[in-house]
């Protein structure tokens, strides 16, 4: 069964240093999402992908952030400068549809800011 | 404000029972609401979608229920098993249609 897979399990940087999370959503899948997760607390939306830009986006995902679909096949989040409140599971999704579809979320990186 | 809440403590049933979690939101007008399931340390898993103008939706032995008018959805596993032992969450769509706003989720426990 096609699944969505994350790059690096876990990752851990120095503040202010620039990270970069990488997935591999399902291949004919064409909307792209990240969501994070806060150790405890609930999974919370950072932005929407669809046809090379974004299409939607929180107010968690600042000028810090960017995503990108480099080729046809990767889809990236980067956060320029990081900050210990960045600490979080990142997990990436990806759906065929965009409205009301079911997303595939993937495993997961743990990012530790330290 | 808008919320979206869930039972924050966990659910403890006795395998076999049926398992009934709740979620109830204000402030929203969503037109799916969606039901995941989150084992540690994982992503979230899809579980079942129901639409505004759809009153139940089934499959297997989960069974959701959706109540616009109370802005409540139930979510019932049948015949529970140990390995129904997660935490359930509970996702409105909302914004421009394919953002999921989650709720905290409910954990739950199915003993032996």
């Known amino acids: 069964e096609p699944e969505v897979t994350q790059t690096p399990s876990h990752q851990v940087t120095q503040m202010g240093q620039e990270v970069i999370l990488r997935c591999v959503p399902i291949s004919n899948h064409l909307y792209f999402y990240w969501y994070r997760q806060i150790l405890g607390q609930k999974v919370e939306f950072l932005v929407s992908?669809?046809?090379?830009?974004?299409?939607?986006k929180s107010e968690i995902f600042d000028d810090q952030f960017s995503v990108e679909r480099p080729d046809g096949s990767n889809f990236t989040l980067k956060i320029r400068s990081t900050k210990l409140e960045d600490s979080a599971m990142y997990f990436c999704?990806?759906?065929?549809?965009?409205?009301?579809?079911?997303?595939?979320f993937g495993p997961g990186t743990r990012l530790t800011v330290l | 404000s808008q919320k979206i809440e869930q039972n924050s403590e966990a659910l403890n049933i006795q395998e076999g029972k049926t398992a009934t979690l709740t979620c109830n939101y204000t402030n929203y007008s969503p037109a799916y609401l969606q039901w995941y399931r989150q084992d540690p340390g994982r992503g979230p898993v899809f579980l079942l979608l129901?639409?505004?103008?759809?009153k139940e939706k089934r499959k297997e032995r989960l069974k959701v229920t959706f109540d616009t008018t109370l802005k409540q959805s139930l979510f019932h596993i049948t015949a529970s098993q140990p390995a129904d032992s997660a935490t359930y969450l509970c996702?409105?769509?909302?914004?421009?249609?394919?953002?999921?706003?989650f709720g905290t989720g409910t954990q739950l426990k199915v003993e032996l």
């Open positions: 999704a990806s759906s065929s549809e965009a409205y009301g579809n079911e997303q595939f």
């Open positions: 129901i639409r505004e103008n759809e």
């Open positions: 992908f669809y046809n090379n830009e974004i299409s939607e």
């Open positions: 996702a409105l769509l909302t914004g421009g249609g394919n953002k999921l706003t």
